[in-house]
């Protein structure tokens, strides 16, 4: 027989990325400390990260979440590669979030692309993690 | 599902295996059923640990070691362990950032996990992961794990080859003929070489081996590297390779083999155990009895736990 105790309640596991030309990360790196706070599982890719590399790692990872951290005002070129790549990847599944410098007239567009929520400066991040925990997906429903 | 149609499915869509992995790790029962059947398949890889204290660069070293591998046209999967919070569970994991530079490449697989507060069970889950990912083929498995100092040799019962990273200026050769860590290395590798002091710590770590017993019928090799140039990364390479034809030349891998599943039957045991003692409520009757037993000097601490073990096997 196996034993099986299922963990009862696995910890959410999430990637942060910097997507693009940005080597600003002090945004990126007090969110992963946050999330960790918060008893999430928190992968840091580093900086300068193509959508082919973030969706790479979102894959072999299997994570439920990936938030964007983007300060270059290059959002409105990535964002939509990055989709793209996730689609073309079959992460369709995965919850997208995103933060930084971002006008909010760019946000309706965003959420077109599939990104969930878009959260700009001055967010708390108990906004963010309350909105993580109540959107995430259940991990690998199936494989 | 047969070990065949899992193999087919792993090897028809890449989402597989992480998904697979994932439900491995939360034990869930999808994923024990599968590794059950795939278990028949392993045995083919070589298994690499890598230890060594926080900070010595053993990501990068693995970064360094995995274009290495990819250079001699075998594939390879990473298993990087890091540590959850006791406090709160949660845990930041790291390694992959000195991994990103292979993306673009199906022959390598990188997977970060969290000890998530298992001791006796981060060894049993990290040994699952090394049988999952050798049954989905890769030849070359290596696994970081939480860089402790002295302690951590849990990795010597899951590695084919322990691989100790130092770094210069992290003690004397009191230090390196202390029990612990540096006992289980097969392979010691000073890193950061390129840094101030890094001879003396290999003059210091080949004295301190050449103590060793007289009967140890292998030297152990203490290798130099810097991994963020690459300097010395073919001669760490060429060094686990030999190790790899000397257990097998010597009889030794069946041997270690041997001891690899009794201490992974065991480390299941204590994990299943583990699992049972948090299902002991912190404020049951009999935790709440005889930990006031232990207060009034009634009862010793050791008499306490096997009065609490005993209700735990005849509830």
């Keep these: 027989m196996l034993s099986a105790d299922p963990h009862p309640r696995p910890p959410i596991r999430v990637l942060i990325a910097k997507p693009g030309l940005d080597g600003h990360d002090r945004g990126a790196k007090v969110l992963v400390r946050a999330l960790r706070d918060a008893g999430f599982e928190v992968i840091y890719t580093g900086l300068f990260q193509t959508p082919e590399m973030i969706a790479s790692a979102a894959m072999q990872e299997d994570v439920q979440v990936i938030g964007l951290s983007i300060l270059s005002g290059a959002h409105m070129s990535l964002f939509p590669r990055i989709m793209n790549e996730l689609r073309a990847q079959g992460l369709d599944g995965v919850l997208v979030v995103a933060g930084g410098t971002i006008p909010k007239s760019d946000i309706p567009a965003i959420k077109d692309l599939g990104i969930a929520e878009v959260f700009g400066p001055g967010a708390q991040f108990s906004a963010i993690i309350d909105f993580i925990r109540s959107h995430a997906p259940a991990p690998s429903p199936s494989w | ?315």
């Design chain 2, 1 to 315: 599902m047969t070990a065949q149609d899992i193999l087919e499915r792993l090897r028809g869509d890449r989402r597989a295996l992480p998904r697979l992995a994932t439900l491995v790790e939360n034990n869930d029962l999808r994923g024990l059923e599968a590794l059950d059947a795939l278990y028949g398949a392993t045995g083919q890889a070589h298994v690499v640990g890598i230890t060594g204290p926080p900070g010595v660069g053993k990501s990068s070293l693995i970064a360094s070691l995995v274009e290495r591998i990819r250079a001699s046209e075998r594939r390879v999967a990473v298993l990087a362990v890091d540590p959850s919070s006791p406090l709160t569970g949660g845990a930041v994991l790291g390694d992959r950032i000195r991994m990103m530079g292979r993306h673009a490449d199906p022959d390598v697989f990188v997977r970060s996990m969290a000890s998530r507060g298992r001791q006796g069970g981060l060894a049993w889950t990290t040994a699952s992961l090394v049988h999952l990912l050798d049954a989905a083929g890769f030849p070359f498995i290596l696994v970081e794990t939480v860089g402790t100092g002295q302690d951590g040799t849990d990795i010597a019962s899951l590695a084919d080859t322990v691989m100790v990273v130092q770094a210069p200026g992290l003690g004397d050769g009191v230090q390196a003929i202390k029990a612990g860590l540096l006992e289980v290395g097969d392979v010691v590798v000073v890193n950061k070489s390129d840094q101030p002091g890094a001879g003396d710590t290999i003059r210091l770590l080949r004295s301190a081996f050449a103590l060793a017993h007289p009967t140890t019928a292998r030297v152990v090799p203490i290798l130099a590297t810097t991994a963020v140039d690459g300097a010395g990364v073919a001669e760490l390479l060429a060094a686990i390779d030999d190790h790899a034809a000397w257990l097998d030349s010597e009889g030794e891998r069946t041997h270690r083999r041997e001891q690899r599943a009794r201490t992974e039957v065991l480390a299941g045991i204590r994990a299943a155990l583990d699992a049972k003692l948090q299902g002991l409520p912190h404020d049951s009757g009999a935790l709440r009895a005889a930990v006031a037993r232990v207060v009034n000097k009634e009862q010793s601490p050791r008499r306490a736990v096997a009065s609490i073990l005993a209700a735990l096997e005849d509830p």
